[in-house]
């Protein structure tokens, strides 16, 4: 739309003026927000962007790879893609308490990103996706204010770092954000995406993160995914996907008794999840979702719907 084009060559014209010979980095997470800013970023200033996606070993089935190999194959990115999965997972050994695996995850997130980037000496500007609803604070977990989950991302790193800021998103809403991302040709998947937190599929096990929960928890929300985006829900609602309970219980296969972990459903409508509801998602629906998981991730007998809203429930499970 001529909006959005406009909008789009604002912000180009503004970051060559601001940026000049200068080169700058962005985070990159794969979700809408960061790609959008890495892109418009990269039309302004081309290799002089530098952006870092930090592998933690906590996010969903090939998803860090299927952004990253999509930007890469067409933008001609400038990417550096930091497996420390190995650091992450070992650091969260043992851990069970919510507020300790996300602090863990948040420091680990800055200590990772800031040894990358210094590596990169010419940069003087840091680029992040802070929207509106970030800058007043109403969701704050991109904002300092966040007082009931702690939250991370890279707000912290500026003053550390002595780097400047752009914040090209600064003015828009979700909505317009993915209009932009529209315009600049950005395809459904990375448009689409339901918001994916921080800390990763760590908040979506509930207890010990170990390898196999990991495991079994990706391929649930594989599922998940597959059948919200098969039967058109994907678009519909705000976020859909499963959480792995620590517990087991018993069920039967065949003659054999079987003693297997739950997995619990979380879908909600939300308009920008300060509050939210239970989708009301159609049984013949959810009973496809619940015997796919059944039959096909080992380890799972039972498969259960959240039907809390929020508040005073929360939309994720820590
Ligand atoms: P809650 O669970 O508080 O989540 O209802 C509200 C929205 O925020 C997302 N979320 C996070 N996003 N870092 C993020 O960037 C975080 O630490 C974080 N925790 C929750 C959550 O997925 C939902 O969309």
């Known amino acids: 739309s001529w909006s959005m084009s406009s909008f789009i060559e604002n912000v180009v014209k503004d970051v060559k003026n601001k940026v000049g010979e200068d080169e700058v980095v962005c985070a990159l997470s794969g979700g809408v927000d960061s790609t959008v800013v890495a892109v418009l970023l990269h039309k302004a200033l081309g290799k002089r962007l530098h952006c870092i996606f930090v592998d933690n070993g906590l996010l969903r089935l090939n998803e860090g790879e299927e952004v990253v190999s999509y930007l890469q194959k067409h933008f001609d990115l400038?990417?550096?893609y930091v497996q420390a999965q190995d650091l992450f997972l070992n650091r969260l050994k043992?851990?069970?308490?919510?507020?300790?695996?996300?602090?863990?995850?948040?420091h680990t997130f800055i200590e990772v990103f800031e040894k990358e980037a210094n590596k990169l000496k010419k940069v003087k500007w840091l680029a992040q996706g802070t929207l509106y609803p970030d800058v007043i604070e109403s969701v704050s977990y991109k904002g300092p204010s966040a007082v009931i989950k702690s939250h991370h991302n890279v707000g912290g790193l500026p003053e550390k770092m002595n780097l400047k800021l752009i914040e090209p998103l600064r003015e828009l809403f979700k909505?317009?954000?993915r209009k932009v991302g529209i315009e600049l040709g950005l395809p459904d998947f990375i448009i689409w995406r339901h918001p994916f937190p921080g800390p990763g599929l760590a908040i979506r096990i509930i207890g010990e993160i170990t390898p196999n929960r990991l495991d079994i928890l990706r391929q649930a929300d594989k599922?998940?995914?597959?059948?919200?985006?098969a039967s058109d829900w994907y678009r519909k609602v705000w976020q859909g996907f499963a959480v792995l309970l620590p517990l087991k219980t018993v069920g039967v296969m065949g003659d054999e008794r079987t003693y297997e972990h739950v997995i619990a459903l979380r879908v909600v409508d939300s308009i920008d999840a300060m509050t939210a509801d239970w989708t009301r998602l159609p049984s013949e629906l959810l009973a496809k979702?619940?015997?796919?998981?059944?039959?096909?991730?080992?380890?799972?007998?039972?498969?259960?719907?959240?039907?809390?809203?929020?508040?005073?429930?929360?939309?994720?499970?820590e």
Do not use: A
């Not at 043992?94 to 602090?103: A, F, Q, S, T």
């Not at 599922?223 to 985006?229: D, H, S």
């Open 78 to 80: 400038n990417l550096h």
């Open 94 to 106: 043992g851990v069970e308490d919510p507020e300790k695996k996300r602090k863990i995850i948040g």
């Open 175 to 177: 909505d317009e954000v």
């Open 223 to 229: 599922i998940v995914q597959n059948e919200l985006l």
């Open 289 to 317: 979702i619940s015997n796919r998981i059944i039959n096909e991730v080992k380890g799972v007998n039972r498969v259960v719907f959240d039907i809390s809203s929020k508040p005073p429930s929360t939309i994720e499970w």
